[in-house]
Protein backbone atom coordinates (compact mmCIF):
# COMPACT_ATOMS: atom_id res chain seq x y z
CA UNK A 1 0.00 0.00 0.00
CA UNK A 2 1.03 3.69 -0.46
CA UNK A 3 3.51 4.80 2.01
CA UNK A 4 3.13 8.03 3.67
CA UNK A 5 6.27 10.36 4.94
CA UNK A 6 4.29 13.34 5.83
CA UNK A 7 0.63 13.80 7.21
CA UNK A 8 0.16 16.92 4.88
CA UNK A 9 1.48 14.72 1.65
CA UNK A 10 -0.99 12.40 2.76
CA UNK A 11 -3.84 14.43 2.83
CA UNK A 12 -3.19 16.13 -0.37
CA UNK A 13 -2.80 12.15 -1.99
CA UNK A 14 -6.56 11.86 -0.62
CA UNK A 15 -7.86 15.60 -1.58
CA UNK A 16 -6.31 14.92 -5.21
CA UNK A 17 -7.01 10.70 -5.44
CA UNK A 18 -3.65 10.51 -7.07
CA UNK A 19 -0.39 8.79 -5.63
CA UNK A 20 2.91 8.90 -7.12
CA UNK A 21 2.28 5.54 -8.88
CA UNK A 22 -0.86 6.66 -10.46
CA UNK A 23 0.45 9.93 -11.71
CA UNK A 24 3.14 8.07 -13.37
CA UNK A 25 1.01 5.80 -15.09
CA UNK A 26 -1.07 8.48 -15.96
CA UNK A 27 1.95 10.51 -18.04
CA UNK A 28 3.50 7.12 -18.94
CA UNK A 29 0.50 5.91 -20.55
CA UNK A 30 -0.99 8.87 -22.48
CA UNK A 31 2.52 9.49 -23.67
CA UNK A 32 2.12 9.01 -27.63
CA UNK A 33 5.69 7.81 -28.40
CA UNK A 34 5.54 5.75 -25.30
CA UNK A 35 2.40 4.33 -26.48
CA UNK A 36 3.30 3.54 -29.91
CA UNK A 37 6.96 1.63 -28.79
CA UNK A 38 4.92 -0.14 -26.42
CA UNK A 39 1.81 -0.56 -27.74
CA UNK A 40 2.95 -4.25 -29.33
CA UNK A 41 3.96 -5.69 -25.91
CA UNK A 42 0.80 -4.72 -24.06
CA UNK A 43 -1.25 -7.03 -26.64
CA UNK A 44 0.98 -10.06 -24.74
CA UNK A 45 -1.70 -11.64 -22.34
CA UNK A 46 0.19 -11.78 -19.04
CA UNK A 47 3.37 -10.06 -19.36
CA UNK A 48 3.15 -8.74 -15.80
CA UNK A 49 2.71 -12.15 -14.02
CA UNK A 50 6.94 -11.94 -13.15
CA UNK A 51 6.75 -8.40 -12.08
CA UNK A 52 7.58 -5.56 -13.31
CA UNK A 53 9.47 -5.85 -16.50
CA UNK A 54 12.48 -4.13 -16.76
CA UNK A 55 11.21 -1.83 -20.04
CA UNK A 56 8.72 -0.63 -17.71
CA UNK A 57 11.06 -0.27 -14.44
CA UNK A 58 12.90 2.18 -16.84
CA UNK A 59 10.00 4.56 -17.59
CA UNK A 60 9.16 4.22 -13.85
CA UNK A 61 12.62 5.65 -12.81
CA UNK A 62 12.68 8.16 -15.74
CA UNK A 63 9.32 9.59 -14.40
CA UNK A 64 10.38 9.28 -10.94
CA UNK A 65 9.40 6.64 -9.01
CA UNK A 66 11.07 4.80 -6.42
CA UNK A 67 12.41 1.19 -6.45
CA UNK A 68 10.29 1.04 -3.57
CA UNK A 69 7.42 1.86 -5.31
CA UNK A 70 8.13 -0.18 -8.64
CA UNK A 71 8.48 -3.15 -6.27
CA UNK A 72 4.81 -2.35 -5.38
CA UNK A 73 3.33 -2.39 -8.19
CA UNK A 74 4.90 -5.77 -9.22
CA UNK A 75 3.45 -7.10 -5.80
CA UNK A 76 -0.26 -6.20 -7.34
CA UNK A 77 -2.19 -9.55 -7.83
CA UNK A 78 -1.68 -11.02 -11.10
CA UNK A 79 -5.21 -10.66 -12.30
CA UNK A 80 -5.71 -6.91 -11.49
CA UNK A 81 -1.76 -6.68 -13.25
CA UNK A 82 -3.65 -8.77 -16.39
CA UNK A 83 -6.61 -6.79 -16.25
CA UNK A 84 -4.93 -3.15 -16.55
CA UNK A 85 -2.55 -4.70 -19.44
CA UNK A 86 -5.95 -5.63 -21.28
CA UNK A 87 -7.02 -2.38 -20.53
CA UNK A 88 -4.36 -0.58 -21.82
CA UNK A 89 -3.74 -2.50 -24.89
CA UNK A 90 -7.60 -1.71 -25.62
CA UNK A 91 -6.92 2.19 -25.20
CA UNK A 92 -4.05 1.98 -27.03
CA UNK A 93 -5.40 0.29 -29.99
CA UNK A 94 -8.76 2.52 -29.93
CA UNK A 95 -6.08 5.39 -29.11
CA UNK A 96 -8.16 6.68 -26.76
CA UNK A 97 -6.61 8.40 -23.31
CA UNK A 98 -6.76 6.66 -19.89
CA UNK A 99 -7.22 8.07 -16.56
CA UNK A 100 -5.75 6.86 -13.23
CA UNK A 101 -7.41 7.30 -9.91
CA UNK A 102 -6.41 6.32 -6.24
CA UNK A 103 -8.81 6.04 -3.02
CA UNK A 104 -8.98 4.50 0.27
CA UNK A 105 -11.14 1.29 0.35
CA UNK A 106 -14.12 1.94 2.79
CA UNK A 107 -14.61 -1.78 3.07
CA UNK A 108 -10.90 -2.39 3.32
CA UNK A 109 -10.32 -4.88 0.90
CA UNK A 110 -7.42 -3.66 -1.92
CA UNK A 111 -8.93 -3.74 -5.55
CA UNK A 112 -9.04 -2.36 -8.99
CA UNK A 113 -11.60 -0.92 -11.06
CA UNK A 114 -11.10 -0.57 -14.82
CA UNK A 115 -13.94 0.93 -16.78
CA UNK A 116 -15.26 4.28 -18.05
CA UNK A 117 -14.77 7.59 -17.25
CA UNK A 118 -16.44 10.68 -18.43
CA UNK A 119 -16.50 11.16 -21.89
CA UNK A 120 -15.66 7.66 -22.89
CA UNK A 121 -12.45 8.39 -21.00
CA UNK A 122 -11.25 4.71 -19.41
CA UNK A 123 -10.66 5.71 -15.79
CA UNK A 124 -8.44 2.59 -13.87
CA UNK A 125 -8.99 3.38 -9.69
CA UNK A 126 -6.79 1.62 -7.06
CA UNK A 127 -8.45 1.17 -3.81
CA UNK A 128 -5.88 1.00 -0.73
CA UNK A 129 -7.45 -0.90 2.27
CA UNK A 130 -7.45 1.82 5.21
CA UNK A 131 -5.95 -0.14 7.65
CA UNK A 132 -2.86 -0.98 5.81
CA UNK A 133 -1.84 2.75 5.08
CA UNK A 134 0.64 3.62 7.65
CA UNK A 135 3.72 6.47 7.65
CA UNK A 136 7.23 5.00 6.44
CA UNK A 137 9.10 4.21 9.82
CA UNK A 138 6.05 3.88 11.88
CA UNK A 139 4.55 0.13 12.28
CA UNK A 140 1.45 -0.70 10.43
CA UNK A 141 -2.18 -0.68 12.50
CA UNK A 142 -3.18 -3.48 13.82
Not at 73 to 91: C, I, M, N, T, Y
Not at 119 to 124: A, K, M, W
Request: aromatic share 10%.
Amino acid sequence: MPIFHELTLALQWIREGQIPITRSLQRICNDAAIREDTKERMREAHIFDEGVPGWLAELFLIDGLTEAEIAHVGEWPADQKEALRAELSFVYDADRPINFAWEIAEDNIARMDVGEGYDGVSLVVFYSPRNTLHASGAPSPA
